[in-house]
């Protein structure tokens, strides 16, 4: 972060040592940044290890993977490796670094690889950053590897070059602390080679890696994120470096780009300037303003324009700095140099010759103390003023307030009675210090006209009661004339500085209060998921800093409706409705105190971001002519960039949200025309083609054959029922037209219709039925259970090899009953233990299996869920096979039961 050190040219910045500070006590952090995988962070890190390990450091490895790569195992020969922690997730058994052996192991250095990894459940830590800032936290120095389209600020950019978006993410701050980055590069032709030589990943993985990630272009473009990004660490680094030891600036290492901005209309082209100074030279840039006495007497317009200068900056994607100071060439130039800018960009002069003869002129002084620094004076020939808003601003109210005037009246006889007292012991001469008090306790109290009033009226005190001859405003010995007129020199000058501080200090107070209501409005926003809750907030907040009335209109069905209004106001006259629809498709204030549509009840104007218009707020209140003074104009223009902003957020996850149901939508839809296609012409063929042949060969046909084509057309007509009834079931169940029609059954006699039902599908398998005949009965609807249990015999069936045993096993357990059915198949992949519940997801099938629709599970989860039971799938642990259970509560008083109500 940029410093303002007052005292940068002799003494080092206080924040910088105590970074410095705080870095000694913590353990050091290297990172080896890559600009995708397979450029070798890992047999660096190791490399880098080793050689640590040579010099006698005690170094272990917390984590490394290898990834089959020969050379990079061998590199962990010698190395005292930390055993892995086991840790169960879904039923698998995965390792991760055994965080608290490496800290009671202590060593000095720990290598780590993977930083942006996600820990498996159950771990202290969500991510390995956490476990690697943990080690740090304890003294242990680290080596990681990071991979470029991991970096949080850099996801988007990624995405939008490779196409692809990186879910594991590493914050930028990581990268920050880091103590040292190394990047490890590889040209893009030689990643490429090294892809195709199988060294990164298999060879058919590789094939579609070039053809997507790997291609040159996006190599190219992430080498060059990730030597920018370590530039920047660099740079900041120099920084620190230089304000920790007060080494005065530049160093130009890198370039940085300042520009000085102040109330004239050239600063925008100034600004202007910067930016494309700062984008031909690849660097950094700022726009700074020094805040003297003299910016607080500016005028309100002066202001207004000097806000847009900055706020102009920032939308550049500039830093817009504000600092106090009395000489602006100095401050400018001492900040410029704590901060390492090698660039300041002012402009020309515009000021008489004789006015820079008493006043100076910030562009001289800048050049003749710059030093090192480039300086560049741009012509402000033809000024560039900013963009007006359209808006008339009021005039702020200046009535008359007499109670600075009395206070400064008592003050002025305080100092009489007081000066009367003091007379027969001190010299007249003196008795002007008493008076010249009260002028200065009016100056800070009150300000400059009261203070200027009581220096009159002090003068006048003075000459009538305590200058010869007494009583009179006659002045005879020419030294009191010498004493009155030194008096109201010094009175009027001490009481121009005394109403000054009073003028900043009040401006302080001003701003100290107006930042405070911008934070806690910033917090405000960032604590809402809501775009009601976002436009509610806004609404209040600029209703109770402005003191108006607020409505807020967003885009909705190619118009504009009234989203929240504060207080409630729904209902706008065809004035404001015409006013509103103008602000939002130009982009401009529209309606009342604007150059446009005045006519209209309330001010209207654009809420919008850098990229996009978001909505209109109207605001109206009470008092005739324009709503807001230029202060407050600039106080809202604050308010609705941070609205804008939360808005858009909330706008983006909804976005991000709609993005991934359309592509679920999308997925699924393809999933249902290939379902139907595949699914619903096969048996239709296999019915054809049987019907065919009875029709032309039925006379010639033996017995045995007619009867095969015969139980063809019936097992696929069958078969073609079965598929339209799950996508009826499923067309139900997504709908949420089906509800349970629930009774009394013994589990017992549904299973064995379903048995009955399925007695075709399961001819080839042997069935081993094991239910007890005690079994509770359980309030289920008969139908829907009996779809569950015929749906997965059916599955089992199409999995298990032909004269394997299918298994149903039940029993009770605690106020719940469960049901097992075992196969004898080849399981389902761990990764595929949920999804197989998903609509139209199918487990990958060997060639013996025959196609399915992907929506029996589906639908035995969607039902039993109904019924209030559950349903898992798993592997068995005595053999292959797959394992489906399902859990269903006993009703109560049920046990005693013999018949089904």
């Excluded at 004493?483 to 001003?510: D, E, G, K, P």
Aim: glycine fraction near 6%.
């Amino acid at each position: 972060m940029p410093l303002d050190d007052r005292n940068a040219d002799d003494r080092p910045s206080p924040d910088a040592l105590l970074e410095s500070a705080e870095r000694e006590e913590r353990g050091r952090l290297k990172i080896f940044l890559g600009a995708a995988p397979g450029v070798g962070k890992t047999y660096e890190m190791l490399m880098a290890g080793r050689a640590r390990r040579a010099d006698g450091t005690d170094v272990v490895i917390g984590v490394v993977e290898t990834h089959g790569r020969q050379e990079t195992q061998a590199l962990l020969d010698g190395f005292e490796i930390v055993p892995r922690l086991k840790l169960g997730y879904k039923g698998h058994e995965l390792d991760e670094m055994d965080l608290d052996a490496v800290i009671s192991r202590r060593p000095e250095l720990v290598l780590v690889d993977e930083l942006a990894h996600s820990n498996v459940e159950g771990s202290r830590h969500p991510k390995r950053y956490l476990d690697v800032e943990e080690l740090l936290s304890r003294g242990i120095d680290v080596y990681t590897t990071l991979n470029i389209q991991h970096v949080e600020s850099l996801n988007d950019v990624v995405a939008r070059i490779t196409r692809i978006r990186v879910r594991e993410t590493v914050p930028d701050s990581i990268i920050d602390r880091a103590d040292d980055i190394e990047i490890i590069d590889l040209t893009p032709d030689d990643l490429i080679r090294r892809l195709h030589e199988g060294k990164i990943y298999l060879p058919k993985t590789a094939t579609r890696a070039t053809a997507n990630y790997f291609s040159p272009g996006n190599l190219t473009a992430l080498r060059e994120l990730a030597l920018r990004r370590t530039a920047q660490r660099v740079d900041d680094q120099l920084v620190s470096h230089m304000q920790a030891h007060a080494i005065a600036g530049p160093w130009e290492a890198g370039e940085r780009v300042l520009v000085c901005i102040d109330e004239h209309p050239r600063s925008a082209a100034l600004v202007r300037y910067a930016r494309r100074q700062a984008d031909r030279l690849r660097a950094p840039w700022a726009a700074i303003h020094v805040e003297n006495a003299r910016s607080v007497a500016l005028a309100e317009t002066n202001k207004d324009r000097l806000a847009d200068h900055l706020r102009l900056a920032e939308q550049l994607g500039g830093e817009a700095v504000t600092i106090p100071g009395q000489d602006v060439a100095r401050d400018i130039l001492r900040y410029a140099k704590a901060n390492n800018f090698t660039h300041i960009v002012v402009g020309k002069p515009h000021k008489p010759r004789w006015r820079e003869w008493f006043e100076g002129s910030v562009s001289h002084d800048l050049i003749r103390r710059s030093g090192d620094i480039s300086i560049h004076v741009i012509s402000g020939a033809q000024p560039a003023t900013a963009p007006t808003k359209g808006v008339r601003t009021a005039t702020p109210a200046t009535t008359f307030n007499i109670k600075p005037y009395l206070v400064s009246t008592l003050y002025v006889a305080g100092a009489l009675a007081i000066s009367g007292a003091l007379d027969r012991f001190l010299d007249v001469r003196n008795l002007a210090l008493v008076f010249l008090m009260g002028v200065l306790a009016s100056a800070v109290t009150s300000g400059l006209w009261p203070a200027l009033y009581a220096c009159l009226a002090s003068a006048l005190a003075f000459n009538f009661f305590f200058l010869e001859p007494r009583y009179t405003l006659t002045i005879r010995d020419p030294e009191s004339v010498v004493a009155l007129v030194v008096f109201l020199i010094v009175a009027v000058t001490a009481s121009n500085l005394a109403a000054r501080l009073h003028r900043q200090a009040a401006a302080a107070r001003q701003r100290a209060r107006m930042t405070d209501d911008l934070y806690q409005f910033s917090r405000k926003l960032a604590g809402t998921g809501t775009l009601d809750d976002v436009l509610w907030a806004t609404a209040y907040q600029i209703a109770a800093m402005l003191r108006v009335r607020v409505v807020i209109l967003m885009p909705e069905s190619d118009t504009l409706a009234v989203k929240v209004g504060y207080p409630p106001d729904d209902v706008l006259v065809d004035a404001d409705i015409a006013a509103a629809r103008w602000a939002w498709e130009h982009k401009q204030a529209a309606g009342r105190g604007a150059y446009t549509l005045p006519g209209a009840k309330r001010l209207y104007m654009p809420l919008k971001t850098g990229r996009t218009p978001i909505g209109v707020i109207g605001l109206d209140n009470d008092k005739p002519g324009p709503l807001l003074t230029p202060e407050e104009q600039r106080l809202f223009d604050a308010l609705a960039d941070q609205a804008a902003v939360s808005i858009e957020r909330i706008q983006l996850v909804a976005d991000v949200e709609s993005a991934k149901l359309a592509a679920e939508a999308d997925r699924l839809r393809t999933a249902l025309l290939s379902s139907i296609s595949h699914d619903l012409k096969t048996p239709l063929a296999g019915i054809l083609g049987a019907a065919g042949t009875l029709n032309d060969y039925a006379s010639s046909l033996p017995d045995a054959d007619r009867t095969e084509l015969v139980s063809t057309i019936v097992e696929e007509s069958e078969r073609l029922h079965r598929f339209i009834g799950n996508l009826l079931d499923m067309t139900r169940l997504e709908s949420g037209a089906t509800q349970p029609n629930a009774s009394l059954h013994f589990p017992g006699d549904i299973v064995g219709s379903a048995l009955r039902r399925a007695g075709r599908l399961l001819a080839r398998h042997t069935l081993d039925v094991a239910l007890p005949s005690d079994l509770p009965m359980l309030r289920v609807d008969a139908v829907l259970f009996e779809q569950v249990i015929f749906n997965l015999l059916d599955n089992a069936a199409k999995y298990a090899p032909p004269a394997s045993t299918i298994a149903i096993q039940g029993w009770r357990d605690g106020d719940h009953v469960v049901l097992r059915l075992l196969d004898e198949g080849p399981g389902i992949p761990p990764e595929d233990l949920e999804r197989v519940f998903d609509s139209f997801y199918r487990v990958r099938k060997t060639d013996h299996v025959p196609a399915g629709t992907g929506l029996g599970l589906a639908i035995c989860r969607g039902f039993i869920e109904a019924m209030d039971g559950t349903i898992t799938a798993a592997n068995r642990a005595d053999r292959s096979g797959a394992s489906f259970t399902i859990r269903l509560p006993i009703p109560p008083q049920t046990d005693s039961l013999e018949e089904p109500s």
